[in-house]
């Protein structure tokens, strides 16, 4: 169950950050010259993804479960920034 969740939250990330890659690519924002930071973040992000769907299949689900926290750990707390962000409505002047 805990594997299936941290699965989920990190497909949810990473599904975050193509969309964000694609907008980049759609505006401009994305050049020749950031190109390879993206395709590095992406390919790692895969490689999570990946790794863990075959380290669970292959019956090492906690090493799985470790592969999983090493995207859910910064994508929790960039979730709770923004829920901070949200609920306590600062002043930015």
Do not use: K
């Not at 594997?3 to 050049?31: E, K, P, Q």
């Not at 999570?48 to 090492?60: E, T």
């Amino acid at each position: 169950m805990f594997y299936r969740l941290l699965f989920a939250f990190d497909a949810i990330v990473a599904a975050g950050i193509l969309f964000f890659f694609v907008w980049g690519l759609s505006d401009g924002s994305v050049l020749s010259f950031n190109i390879g930071l993206w395709l590095g973040i992406l390919a790692t992000i895969a490689g999570v993804l990946l790794g863990a769907h075959y380290l669970n299949a292959g019956g090492n689900r906690p090493l799985a479960i470790f592969l999983l926290l090493v995207l859910a750990i910064p994508g929790l707390l960039y979730a709770l920034f923004v829920l901070l962000i949200i609920v306590a409505n600062p002043r930015w002047n």
